[in-house]
């Protein structure tokens, strides 16, 4: 073992069996009890069952089974109560408290016609106040429907609901909602959206927007890491400011940030699909773990009683645990990114600023924005529709023509991806409202990026809810699910054409292009 080893071995088992049947286990650590040691907590996520794991250092303390499909989990704290569990399943909210069910919260009613019982995509919880004034949480829901619910664990009342621009995928927050809160919101045309509790009322803005779709975003309060399809990884500051990039030789998995503030230590874990998790320093890399597959999820924190442990979960249920070596000691000391950012706004106070003066074009367009905001808000709504109208021409042209183009040739020269996506379309519901559910397989042994799920009404007047969705990725022998609503109005049914495609371009902004993997059809019968 190297003398500047930064990982210890700590415990690696299998026993525990923590491999989820769509392959996703949700992790979280928290002091459940108020007795000084933190219990880990492993949602595995099943197609019609899921299990929360309870483990007490590394035995099970128990187990509880979730009658559906479960998609987010978290813990939160209450004033002279112990911390709470807040999993997220359907269009409800389940509490558990001191290892035992304690409430059930169904979401309110959303949609255009505020009836439609909303389900739950995202779930996180942010501090209310200062540690001297409060120590209760704020538990963040985001819905299908495009909304933010901030809930009150005490009263379960939802003090505020904020509309989004898209469905929350995910939920990063820091700071405290009655001070200062940032609250990053992913959406999976792969845009990045803030809300900050001090701007009254509060808004989505957008972030950034990257040419791939997002994998995971960290936030430790100071930096923003966003991990992308392409292999890419980008700190931003809460401004926007980018700091650096980095670039992987495979496929993201997970990442998560690793802090330790008594040695300077500042990282990011990154876990690679080829079983390797990197460990980066800004943006140089110190050290690597080799796994014999891949990490799904991974946490840092308090375990048990000790502090600075990395737990990991494999794509096989291995439960891996590592812990921060305390003689660890770096090359170089390390400059923060809080650190910098104040050494640049004092040195540009010294230096003469090297940007040119703000052009007479600038400063009308600003003082047109002061004097009419109404206005100029409308004109650049009017150029979103102009944009979403030219991207969709874009989009029927290619369909039209990739229908057209169908024909495979000899078997030889059928690229691989046409003969390992498996695609199964499944119809429920009646009258006028279906739901259309969307099996796709990766029947292979590698990895399928860059994939575009298209459906196309080519008969009736049916409505869908989504005509197109972006996969990043489809790891090998797992099964990935898509739910699209579809209502036939005139009740004269019709017919829908799926497409897959695999995108040979998939920076391209504007136009969808590749080849078709795969397609079905779908008939809608006419409603007597």
């Known amino acids: 073992m190297s003398k500047n080893q930064l990982w210890l071995d700590a415990f690696h088992s299998s026993s525990l069996n923590l491999k989820a049947e769509c392959g996703v286990v949700l992790l979280a650590v928290d002091d459940l009890a108020k007795d000084g040691t933190n219990r880990l907590l492993a949602l595995l996520v099943g197609y019609e069952f899921s299990y929360l794991k309870i483990l007490n250092g590394t035995d099970l303390q128990c187990e509880i089974s979730l009658p559906e499909m479960a998609v987010a989990l978290c813990t939160f704290s209450m004033d002279g109560s112990l911390p709470g569990i807040a999993v997220g ?3 409800s909210l389940y509490i558990y408290k001191n290892f035992k069910p304690y409430y059930k919260y169904n979401i309110p009613n959303g949609g255009p016609t505020n009836t439609e019982q909303a389900e739950i995509t995202q779930l996180a ?9 409060s120590s209760s949480s704020l538990l963040l829901v985001g819905t299908e429907h495009n909304s933010l619910l901030i809930i009150d664990p005490h009263t379960f009342n939802a003090i505020s609901r904020i509309e989004l ?19 990053l919101i992913t959406t999976p045309d792969g845009g990045v959206y803030i809300l900050r509790s001090d701007q009254k009322p509060m808004e989505a803005k957008p972030f950034m927007s990257p040419r791939s779709s997002i994998v995971e975003v960290a936030f430790n309060g100071v930096t923003i890491a966003v991990a992308t399809s392409d292999r890419t990884i980008k700190h931003y500051t809460v401004q926007g400011q980018e700091l650096r990039k980095i670039v ?5 998995l ?7 503030a008594n040695q300077e230590i500042s990282l990011l874990a990154v876990s690679l699909a080829n079983g390797e998790v990197q460990f980066y320093r800004q943006s140089i890399l110190i050290e690597k773990l080799r796994f014999n597959t891949g990490i799904i999820s991974m946490t840092c924190g308090r375990f048990g009683r000790e502090d600075g442990v990395l737990v990991m979960v494999s794509k096989d249920g291995d439960l891996i645990v590592k812990i921060l070596n305390r003689g660890y000691k770096t090359n170089k000391p390390i400059s923060t990114d809080l650190n910098a950012t104040k050494a640049a706004t004092s040195n540009s106070t010294k230096k003469k600023s090297l940007w040119p003066a703000k052009t007479k ?8 924005e002061k004097e ?7 004109q650049f709504q009017e150029g979103i529709c102009r944009l979403h109208l030219r991207a969709l021409q874009e989009w029927m042209n290619v369909s039209s023509n990739t229908v057209d183009k169908t024909d495979v040739g000899p078997l030889d020269s059928v690229p691989d991806e046409k003969r390992c996506v498996h695609l199964v379309a499944k119809l429920l519901g009646s009258g006028s409202r279906f739901m259309l559910h969307l099996l796709l397989q990766n029947i292979s042994e590698t990895v399928i990026d860059n994939l575009t799920v298209m459906l196309q009404v080519t008969d009736g007047k049916l409505s869908l809810e989504r005509s197109c969705v972006k996969l990043a990725m489809l790891l090998p022998n797992t099964q990935n699910w898509i739910k699209i609503s579809v209502r036939d109005p005139m009740s004269q049914g019709g017919q829908v054409i799926v497409m897959v495609t695999k995108d040979t371009e998939p920076d391209s902004e504007s136009t969808i292009r590749g080849f078709l993997v795969s397609s079905a059809k779908i008939y809608i019968s006419p409603t007597i």
């Not at 621009?165 to 939920?171: A, F, H, K, L």
């Not at 992987?248 to 993201?252: C, N, Q, T």
């Not at 074009?361 to 047109?368: A, H």
């Not at 009419?372 to 409308?378: E, G, L, V």
């Open 89 to 91: 399943a359907g269009s």
């Open 125 to 133: 919880a942010l501090s209310r106040s200062t540690p001297d004034v």
């Open 165 to 183: 621009p898209g469905v929350p995928t995910s939920i990063k927050c820091s700071g405290f909602y009655d001070v200062e809160a940032v609250i």
């Open 248 to 252: 992987v030789d495979d496929f993201i």
């Open 254 to 260: 997970a990442i998560t940030w690793i802090e330790m």
């Open 361 to 368: 074009l600038f400063v009308d367009q600003t003082m047109r």
């Open 372 to 378: 009419d905001p109404k206005k100029m808000y409308r």
